[in-house]
């Protein structure tokens, strides 16, 4: 399979090093390797969603006991999260990581990952929620360790975009 | 049933419980019983309270959860009671007050419930071990104490009439409530409460 084992036990790492213990998720192709590394790590609690939203309500539990979470999910399951992002962990101010695989850029084959990605980058904005993109193997680590130092600090949400460069490996 | 005596009759046990309300007339009706630093009372969201609860069920399986929803509520997020059972913790109960309507909005708008949805039903198809439905305050307090022994995964539903509080005014803010509900949880020794 053409998704980068490498780059996601990359991704997996840094969030073990931010002390990452539940993780959340609605997976899709790009996500199938990350998801895998939280199901066999007897210390991570892997829970497997319907929908998105139901990731900020759980993150916001542990989060509020103590427990350190991320969400992964595609940006399609960011739109649909839209509104417990803002009603629950920007509201109640809660730090809550969100890796996002961004579907629906350049390289994009499958039309209806389409419209998704336009419109990602400007809810995230409209959404006033700081991100970075992940493009390479050498963004992962620092830029998620930093963005879940912001996320504690400000007690608010912050994304990293999982880019088709990092997730997928194009057959040449 | 009334949404306000069932509380009532549950509020000694709540104590030593992390109690997670949804908004409106189950908030402020159990915040008129009397203030605790371990419930949170989520003022938005519709929906979540139940995925919260599971969040703080998972993170500390020594702690009773109880989640206080709401049919309206309930049925925003129904994929909710599939990642519960998914995950059946022990330590969570989950009580729906069923007054068939969006009350908060007036009586007008009545929710599925009202024409035959079953709730309890929904949630004993979706894998939730323990499930029944109440109708009256002793049935409620009784069903309520056996869920709490049993030690299992379980959704309470009360039917109850659409009426609510003469106020919704709860006198602690979102975030006083946020960070006492979080410093409560994380006290390096957690109130055992009276039990």
Redesign the interface.
């Known amino acids: 399979m053409p998704v980068s084992t490498a780059h996601s036990q990359l991704i997996y790492t840094a969030l073990k090093q931010c002390g990452v213990r539940l993780l959340s998720a609605l997976p899709e192709t790009w996500l199938v390797h990350l998801v895998a590394l939280g199901e066999a790590d007897p210390d991570m609690t892997l829970v497997r969603l319907a929908k998105e939203e139901e990731g900020v309500g759980i993150s916001a539990g542990a989060h509020l006991a103590g427990v350190k979470s991320a969400m992964l999910m595609q940006n399609h399951g960011l739109l649909a999260s839209a509104n417990g992002i803002v009603s629950l962990a920007q509201l109640y101010r809660i730090p809550l990581l969100m890796l996002v695989s961004y579907r629906g850029e350049f390289g994009e084959e499958h039309p209806w990952q389409t419209e998704g990605g336009g419109a990602t980058e400007p809810l995230l904005q409209a959404l006033r929620i700081p991100y970075e993109r992940l493009e390479a193997p050498d963004h992962v680590a620092p830029r998620i360790l930093k963005a879940q130092a912001l996320a504690e600090a400000s007690l608010r949400p912050v994304a990293l975009l999982l880019c088709r460069d990092l997730m997928w490996e194009d057959e040449v | 049933m009334k949404r306000a005596d069932a509380l009532s009759v549950i509020y000694a046990e709540l104590e030593p419980c992390v109690v997670?309300t949804i908004m409106g007339a189950v908030a402020a009706e159990l915040h008129a019983l009397g203030h605790r630093p371990n419930f949170?009372y989520?003022?938005?969201?519709?929906?979540?309270?139940?995925?919260?609860?599971?969040?703080?069920?998972?993170?500390?399986p020594e702690?009773t959860v109880v989640v206080l929803d709401g049919d309206g509520s309930i049925l925003m997020?129904l994929?909710?009671l599939?990642?519960m059972a998914?995950?059946r913790p022990p330590n969570l109960i989950h009580v729906v007050f069923d007054n068939e309507v969006l009350l908060s909005v007036g009586q007008s708008f009545t929710t599925a419930t009202a024409c035959g949805s079953d709730i309890a039903a929904m949630a004993a198809a979706a894998g939730i071990p323990r499930t029944s439905t109440v109708h009256t305050v002793e049935a409620f307090q009784q069903a309520f104490c056996e869920a709490l022994q049993a030690g299992e995964l379980t959704t309470l539903v009360a039917k109850v009439t659409a009426q609510g509080p003469t106020s919704y005014f709860i006198d602690v803010h979102?975030?006083e409530n946020?960070f006492a509900?979080?410093r409560y949880?994380?006290s390096p020794r957690p109130p055992a409460g009276s039990g």
């Open positions: 997670v949170f989520l003022e938005h969201a519709m929906g979540l309270a139940s995925s919260m609860g599971l969040g703080i069920a998972l993170s500390r702690l997020n994929g909710s599939t990642t998914r995950y979102m975030l946020r509900f979080q949880l994380t």
